[in-house]
């Protein structure tokens, strides 16, 4: 049954994914930025994503004010346990927007290898930092029943979380380089090509891997599934996804490859959110009675109703103003007097 909270939590779930899918490919093109040393190469990967990666980040403003207004109790719990970890991954986002906006401003060589390696290594920061938080969001932490945390920053990294964070570098690399082989043409594009095919396997390693820990160590984030075994078909969709994407490099479909991955992250992402149901934040000390749910942590009905009109009245308009965007710099990135 489809009640408000689970309504507006899918909403969030799905603002997640389209922050994953479209700020991910930022985040993947700026730590393949040093791939290369040459400056037009690195020219072509900021102008592929000039036009979009500000927009993209948009998604992660509506994952924020949705989990303010529709779950303050998990908002709260989440903002005080993550603070230093949330603080690195907004200083990597600004030192990403720093470094996007100053590296053309100076002819200086020097100036410019300084911003690309800011812009690199913030991609890095905040790449592992969201796949550290997931991590964390998967094993629980020490939460009491108020929602008060009891650990520590050091806490939050433990082998499991670091591999999480690995895998979450891998995805964005691969997901970026495919994006790079979609927007280049010519040496360029057959090069990010041969990216893409490295970068996948470094992904499909770290899965894999990410994988046996998870159903060795977090047996809860299958249990929906040995109830519902249909449900395995997910994951397969995503395996198959995944695996589509060489042949389309092969073909010179960078488009369908694109998709391929975009495909393959949603189907990934509902597997985590299938797992975590119905928690919020899962506690360590006590998962049955301290953990935060969509349900112990929602609203007054009222209040859903409310902000749920308001994000079908906003988040349609932000729809259509990324499509807009997209569709005026749709095809292969050129370089010009007024690029990057």
């Known amino acids: 049954m489809f009640t408000l909270e689970l309504i507006w939590y899918c909403v969030i779930c799905l603002s997640v994914v389209a922050y994953v899918?479209?700020?991910?490919?930022?985040?993947?093109?700026?730590?393949v930025h040093l791939f290369t040393s040459h400056d037009e190469e690195r020219r072509l990967m900021l102008n592929a994503i000039g036009p979009v990666w500000d927009g993209n980040e948009v998604w992660i403003i509506i994952v924020g004010g949705g989990l303010l207004a529709g779950f303050p109790a998990a908002y709260a719990t989440l903002c005080s346990a993550f603070y230093v970890p949330f603080m690195i991954f907004l200083a990597g986002i600004i030192f990403r927007a720093v470094s996007i906006e100053f590296r053309s401003k100076l002819h200086s060589m020097r100036w410019r290898h300084f911003w690309d390696a800011m812009f690199s290594i913030s991609s890095y920061v905040i790449s592992f930092v969201l796949g550290v938080l997931l991590g964390n969001l998967v094993k629980g932490i020490p939460i009491d029943a108020e929602g008060v945390f009891h650990g520590s920053f050091w806490s939050?990294?433990?082998?499991?979380?670091?591999?999480?964070?690995?895998t979450g570098i891998a995805l964005f690399m691969m997901h970026g380089c495919i994006y790079l082989a979609m927007k280049t043409e010519g040496e360029f594009h057959n090069k990010v090509s041969?990216?893409?095919?490295?970068t996948m396997v470094f992904f499909i390693i770290s899965y894999v891997t990410l994988t046996l820990g998870t159903l060795t160590f977090m047996p809860h984030m299958h249990d929906l599934m040995?109830?519902?075994?249909?449900?395995?078909?997910?994951?397969?969709?995503?395996?198959?996804?995944?695996?589509?994407?060489?042949r389309c490099l092969r073909k010179h479909e960078g488009g369908w490859a694109f998709l391929s991955s975009a495909g393959a992250i949603f189907f990934l992402l509902v597997l985590f959110g299938m797992g975590v149901y119905?928690?919020?934040i899962r506690s360590s000390m006590d998962p049955v009675l301290n953990?935060?749910?969509?349900?112990n942590a929602a609203s007054s009905k009222y209040t859903l109703r409310i902000i749920l009109t308001v994000a079908g009245i906003g988040v349609p308009l932000v729809i259509a103003y990324g499509w807009w965007i997209y569709r005026i710099f749709r095809g292969k990135v050129k370089l010009d007097t007024w690029s990057y």
């Open 194 to 198: 041969v990216w893409s095919i490295s």
């Open 21 to 31: 899918i479209l700020d991910g490919f930022d985040l993947g093109v700026g730590m």
């Open 226 to 246: 040995r109830e519902m075994p249909y449900l395995y078909a997910i994951g397969l969709c995503a395996m198959l996804l995944i695996a589509n994407i060489p």
């Open 156 to 166: 939050f990294f433990t082998p499991y979380t670091i591999l999480m964070g690995i």
């Open 278 to 280: 119905p928690n919020l």
């Open 291 to 295: 953990s935060i749910t969509l349900y």
